[in-house]
Every structure is written in structure tokens, then in C-alpha cells.
């Protein structure tokens, strides 16, 4: 029987592409390619206990995306936060929300310059 093995990838539409793509480059170090997207090996994660991709579906009304008013937000797993956030920083970019002592890692929100709300993950290491 046929099932889904994971996300293949997060597709967005934007009044900007090439803005966003530079954005994202320069804020979170995204290794754009020549055709306009950016690939994440598995064996980056492999480190990580509980890294994963993840799919969840919210409430319509949460309060979670906040203060995005988009229908989606984006979670990104990062192998370092306290680094991501400095890089973060020098970009301009300031962390909407810090949750640092979370069952299953640490986490900070942005938002993007077309107002997603990006979830930057850092798993627990294996073992702790």
C-alpha cells in the first residue's frame, strides 16, 4: 500500500521571489540554487534527537502564528539558535517570541519580509 514518506519541500507565493530568496540567503544562511530553492539533507538533522519534518494541522483560530496573519508558518530546525538569532540580529531581524526550555528543544519566531511566521527549531542533542 501507497503512503507518504515525508514533506518533499514548502512552496510559497510571493509578490517578490527574487527579494525573498535573497532574504532568506541572507538572514538564514539558505543555500539558494540556480533554479530558485534551496535543498536540506536528511543527514543534517541526524544529530538531533526527535528532528524531523512535521506536519500538524492548527485550530483556524489559534493564536500560535501570531503575528502573522498567514494560514501557514514555516518551522525551520537550526543547529545552533543562540547563532541564528545573532545572524538573525545583524540582518535586522529580531526574534518575536523565545522559548528556550521546551520538552522538545528550543525555539525563536521571526517573521519573513512577506509576514510568515518562521519557527526556528533547535532539537534536543541525542541523549539529553
Known amino acids: ?13 510571493s509578490p517578490d521571489p527574487a527579494a525573498l530568496r535573497a532574504w532568506y540567503a541572507r538572514v538564514l544562511d539558505f ?7 534551496a535543498v536540506f539533507s536528511p543527514d543534517a538533522m541526524a544529530s538531533k534527537a526527535g528532528a524531523g519534518v512535521v506536519w500538524s494541522a492548527f485550530d483556524a483560530d489559534t493564536n500560535y502564528f501570531a503575528s502573522s496573519t498567514a494560514d501557514v508558518m514555516i518551522n525551520l530546525i537550526v543547529d545552533d539558535l543562540d547563532d541564528m538569532l ?9 526574534p518575536e517570541q523565545i522559548l528556550l526550555d521546551e520538552p522538545s528543544g528550543r525555539f ?5 519580509p512577506d509576514g510568515v511566521k518562521i519557527e526556528l527549531w533547535e532539537p534536543k542533542p541525542i541523549g539529553a
Open 1 to 13: 500500500m501507497a503512503k507518504v514518506l515525508g514533506v518533499g519541500g514548502v512552496f510559497v507565493k
Open 31 to 37: 543555500d539558494i540554487l540556480d533554479w530558485g530553492g
Open 86 to 94: 545573532e545572524r538573525c540580529r545583524r540582518e535586522g531581524v529580531e
Open 108 to 112: 525563536a519566531h521571526i517573521m519573513d
